[in-house]
């Protein structure tokens, strides 16, 4: 009985089918198989798909429109599940406009000042979309583009393949770069993205993820109380458009230290020239591991009151914590409560911002013949 209900689910994930005739929970992997149903239209008609996984505890629903989370449900201390990831009930909303809930970030997270770098001698203009600076791929940045999606169930793993190939010379990057990114749920109710580029062009490359993050719930109000370690000693200061001034800063003695764990509330409104910056934080902490080949642990979210934590390994060298300083009161989210300043948080693990203007930064160079690789886990317990 269970060696065909296996046998019948790979078929189907072998074969790029959603299993939704197939229903039910898979017991045979551990997870239930990634399930595909329709959620809008984008204004020319594109289909907008939903992908339902669960496995080990932790449900998710992903977008074809941006690789979006647009929910991740984990049980509290006594079981109960609740949304902990920031979002919008359509497609439209999303479209319109999203301050990037849920979605994949490409080509380069974070800003590169002025749109502009020099690589090999040559100069490039980026789309700008961020004041002066470009901002997370720029205008129409991987967050906004439709990815093509295949399941897979693999011994107790679930997940998803997201593919996407941005043309040379979109939003102002070289190369034509073809990105896989996996998302995986293993049968401890992980969540892990896997990352990979490849390019025919010398480029850059910064992908990241950008879920907004309530661990008491989505529409539950302030992360203020939520309790945040990072493993960093050092932050990159920025000026007052948020790109870094090239200094690394030690935390010692500023808002920015969360070698303790602290609260986000604690030191968020301290005067600090960089909290008034950043409207609250919103700055990349230099993890003291640096990169790494395989993913090593760099901060630890936990909500007291439903006892739901989130840790965070990560390859990469730099978190972007940004405290959801622009959610102003004029989005209605999935829990059909408005959204205010706070309400969610974002940790981005991510190269430094503007890297391609900064030779001391850790490089984002990505050449031919390379792949770029980059891995986060997501951990949940309560
Ligand atoms: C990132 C940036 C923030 C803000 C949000 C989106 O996290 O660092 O400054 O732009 O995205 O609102």
Redesign the pocket.
């Known amino acids: 009985m269970e060696l065909n209900r296996r046998t019948v689910i790979a078929g189907a994930a072998a074969a790029g089918i959603a299993a939704t005739t197939l229903g039910g929970t898979a017991h045979a992997t551990g997870g239930r198989t990634p399930v595909k149903s329709l959620f809008g239209k984008l204004a020319d008609g594109t289909k907008i798909y939903c992908w339902s996984l669960e496995n080990g505890g932790t449900r998710l629903k992903v977008l074809s429109y941006g690789g979006i989370v647009q929910s991740l449900e984990i049980p509290d201390r006594r079981g109960r599940y609740t949304n902990v990831s920031l979002g919008f009930d359509t497609i439209e909303d999303y479209v319109s406009s999203s ?2 809930f849920g979605a994949l970030i490409g080509r380069y997270g ?1 800003r590169i000042a002025k749109g502009k770098f020099t690589l090999d001698g040559k100069a490039y203009q980026l789309s700008v979309n ?1 004041g002066d600076n470009s ?2 791929g720029g205008a129409q940045g991987f967050d906004k583009r439709v990815w093509d999606i295949e399941p897979f169930t693999k011994g107790s793993d679930v997940g998803l393949y997201l593919y996407y190939t941005s043309v040379d010379g979109e939003m102002g990057y070289p190369g034509t770069l073809r990105s896989k990114v996996t998302y995986t749920l293993t049968r401890h109710g992980d969540w892990r993205i896997d990352y990979e580029a490849t390019t025919d062009k010398a480029t850059v490359v910064n992908l990241t993820s ?1 879920v907004y993050w309530n661990l008491a719930g989505e529409s539950s109000g302030t992360i203020y109380d939520h309790e945040l370690s990072i493993a960093a000693a050092r932050y990159t200061p920025v000026d007052s458009g ?1 790109i870094p001034t090239g200094e690394l800063a030690k935390v010692a003695g500023t808002p920015f230290d969360f070698r303790r764990t602290k609260t986000v509330g604690e030191d968020i409104r301290v005067a600090h020239q960089q909290l008034l910056y ?1 409207k609250g934080l ?1 700055h990349n902490w230099a993890l003291d591991k640096g990169i790494t080949a395989r993913p090593e642990h760099i901060a630890t979210l936990r909500d007291p009151s439903s006892g739901r934590t989130l840790k965070i390994a990560t390859t990469e060298p730099g978190l ?1 914590f ?1 405290s959801g300083n ?1 959610l102003d009161g004029s989005l209605v989210g999935t829990g059909g409560t408005v959204y205010r300043q706070g309400d969610g948080l ?1 940790l ?1 693990t991510q190269h430094y911002p503007d890297s391609p203007n900064h030779p001391s930064f850790p490089s984002t160079v990505l050449r031919p013949g390379q792949t770029y690789r980059s891995t986060t886990v997501h951990s949940f317990s309560a």
């Open positions: 301050p990037y974070n961020d901002l997370h950008h948020l950043g919103d972007q940004y622009f974002c981005e």
